[in-house]
Structures are given as structure tokens and as C-alpha cells.
């Protein structure tokens, strides 16, 4: 009984952290983002690093068919 007394209250003080109480309308209102828009951020990036490297890429190829094409 009094382990799921103490698992309770430390539900409710999670709880009560994670969401602050407006005080004009009284709506909860989270303080951290949600969870969808943290996960984003890595799949842009390794997005991004693929696109670099795709360019990195056509740049070489076109600078071997520049040389090929100079050099004979």
C-alpha cells in the first residue's frame, strides 16, 4: 500500500512539472516540445549530408570528364 502511495505522488509531482496551469483560461499548457518535432532533427541532418555528398559526387564526375576531355 504504501509503495503505490509513493508511485502516485511521484505521478502527480511528474506530472504537475511537465505541464504548467494557465491562469486566464486555465488550460494546461506543456513546457517542453513534443516529442514528434525532436525526433525530426536527425533525419534532416543525415538528409542534408546525403544531398552534400550526392553533390560531392556529380562535382567529381564532372571534373573526370573535364580532364578526360582536356587531357585527350
Known amino acids: 500500500m504504501n ?5 502516485k ?7 504537475a512539472a511537465k ?3 494557465a491562469s486566464a483560461t486555465g488550460r494546461l499548457l506543456p513546457q517542453q ?5 525532436r525526433r525530426k532533427g536527425p533525419v534532416l541532418w ?3 549530408a546525403l544531398l552534400v555528398l550526392a553533390a560531392d559526387f556529380l562535382l567529381a564526375c564532372l571534373a ?4 578526360d576531355f582536356v587531357m585527350g
Not at 505522488?9 to 506530472?15: E, F, N, S, V
Open 3 to 7: 509503495s503505490l502511495v509513493l508511485r
Open 9 to 15: 505522488t511521484a505521478l502527480g509531482r511528474d506530472l
Open 19 to 21: 505541464y504548467a496551469v
Open 33 to 37: 516540445k513534443p516529442a514528434r518535432l
Open 46 to 48: 543525415a538528409a542534408a
Open 64 to 67: 573526370w570528364l573535364a580532364v
